[in-house]
């Protein structure tokens, strides 16, 4: 039999036992709740002017008619579980309202229109330049060889210290011949770009090359007074999200909701224009940029890429607009290329480019995209699934075709001339070509092609 003395203990036990239960099961949990209906920075006519030091012709001026940063109606609520915390943040924001921007610099420096002409200038006489190296240098072994010059290109040929099926000999929009001892001259064919561009002279006493008087002019060209204004009418940012965290000892999980979202450019241009000529105005425009996201689900830690469950985005430009400048226009490579496109008027417009994005769960989702122009269409629609494992999710095609309609007439001959150079027939309904993707993002199985 238990003595008086344990069962006085064991009732004691009990008794502390039962008070220590009730307190914890009586105890409630911390609550902290708060709300902000907006705060954020605002300021009105911002103006900054900036003269470097030792330039004394540039000037860089920002004008800024409206600026706003906000966020608004933030509610947050707080709840203290012991040793689980979780906190929930609803809000609007941040919000972005930025009117009236124009920056403007007057800048003194080289033309960059006349180095860009220089660079493709050398681009076009790389070719000639190296053949004629080389047979400077072939025209010297024969002459150890034979003590004599040779009378011609064939010469050399027939002898084997040149062949012409090899670069850069091989490339028949220049031909070669020996005015020896005097100089070795490269004329363009009627295949070159420029058919009736100057001979390339090269000097044989002096082994270098003549200086082209056109060409010379460019190198010493002087420095310009150029005007660089960059403006955007309008940017607009509006976001409203929902966002749960959950506080643990060792860890710091969320959950994101962002219901909708729409970021905005709107009139935005960049122009350069040297001396104050405006037919050598570079210009490109951008009438309407628009980011529309709806319904985004986000989760994961603070510190780990989060994981994507759903949502839905839309990225469209409206009517962008490239103008080159005339000087640059005549570059006979610039040229072709506005001829393949059908464009007169110096003037690259794309008229739609538009990337829609919607993820139906955290593991698959549809794909359109739409690229229009005045000379070329395409379009593209699919479906892809996603393995959202690693800084670089695993991304795979399925049932995505791609329609490309060619309207201007040089861009179909240039379709045309690849078939045929390649031995290629693109797959056809009607005169738009169709093209069918399945497999892994990098390196997709095309059908078609």
Not at 67 to 82: E, G, Y
Not at 97 to 110: H, W
Not at 392 to 413: A, C, E, F, Q, W
Request: hydrophobic content about 35%; charged content about 25%; some cysteine.
């Amino acid at each position: 039999m238990q003595s008086n003395t344990t069962r006085s203990i064991l009732y004691l036990c009990k008794y502390y036992l039962c008070i220590g239960l009730t307190t914890i099961i009586a105890q409630s949990d911390g609550k902290f709740s708060g709300d902000i209906q907006e705060t954020g920075l605002y300021y009105h006519k911002i103006h900054l002017d900036w003269k470097p030091p030792d330039k004394d012709y540039d000037l860089h001026t920002l004008d800024i008619r409206e600026l706003r940063f906000t966020f608004s109606d933030i509610r947050v609520t707080h709840i203290d579980k012991n040793i689980l915390e979780t906190a929930n943040v609803t809000f609007s924001g941040p919000n972005l309202s930025m009117k009236g921007l124009k920056f403007q610099s007057n800048v003194r420096s080289s033309n960059w229109i006349t180095e860009e002409k220089i660079k493709r200038l050398k681009r076009r006489e790389s070719i000639p330049k190296q053949s004629i190296e080389l047979i400077a240098g072939a025209t010297d072994l024969f002459i150890l060889d034979h003590d004599t010059l040779p009378s011609d290109i064939n010469e050399l040929v027939i002898n084997k210290y040149i062949s012409m099926d090899v670069p850069p000999l091989n490339d028949y929009t220049w031909t070669y011949s020996l005015q020896l001892p005097v100089q070795i001259v490269s004329r363009p064919t009627h295949l070159n770009l420029v058919p009736n561009r100057n001979a390339i002279i090269y000097d044989w006493d002096s082994r270098s090359f003549q200086i082209d008087p056109l060409n010379d002019s460019l190198y010493n060209s002087p420095l310009v007074d150029w005007k660089y204004v960059f403006e955007i009418n309008e940017i607009t940012q509006l976001f409203t999200s929902d966002m749960n965290l959950e506080i643990k000892p060792d860890t710091l999980d969320f959950d994101l909701m962002m219901k909708r979202g729409q970021f905005k450019i709107s009139g935005c241009s960049f122009s350069a224009m040297p001396n104050d000529i405006l037919e050598d105005r570079s210009r490109i425009s951008l009438p309407d940029m628009t980011l529309e996201t709806k319904d985004i689900a986000l989760s994961g830690m603070i510190d780990e890429i989060p994981t994507i469950h759903r949502g839905h985005g839309n990225f469209r430009v409206r009517n962008f607009e490239v103008k080159i400048p005339e000087d640059l226009k005549q570059e006979p490579e610039i040229q072709s290329m506005l001829e393949v496109m059908g464009i007169w008027n110096n003037s690259i417009m794309v008229r739609l480019l538009e990337f829609e994005l919607n993820m139906l769960n955290q593991f698959t989702g549809d794909i359109k995209f739409k690229f229009h122009t005045p000379f070329i269409k395409i379009t593209c629609i699919g479906d892809f699934s996603i393995r959202q494992n690693s800084e670089n999710p695993d991304i795979y095609l399925h049932n995505t075709v791609i329609k490309i309609h060619p309207i201007s007439l040089g861009i179909r001959k240039w379709i045309k001339n690849w078939e045929q150079k390649n031995g290629r027939r693109l797959t056809r309904e009607g005169a738009t070509i169709v093209l069918r993707m399945e497999g892994p993002l990098e390196q997709p199985l095309i059908q078609g092609y």
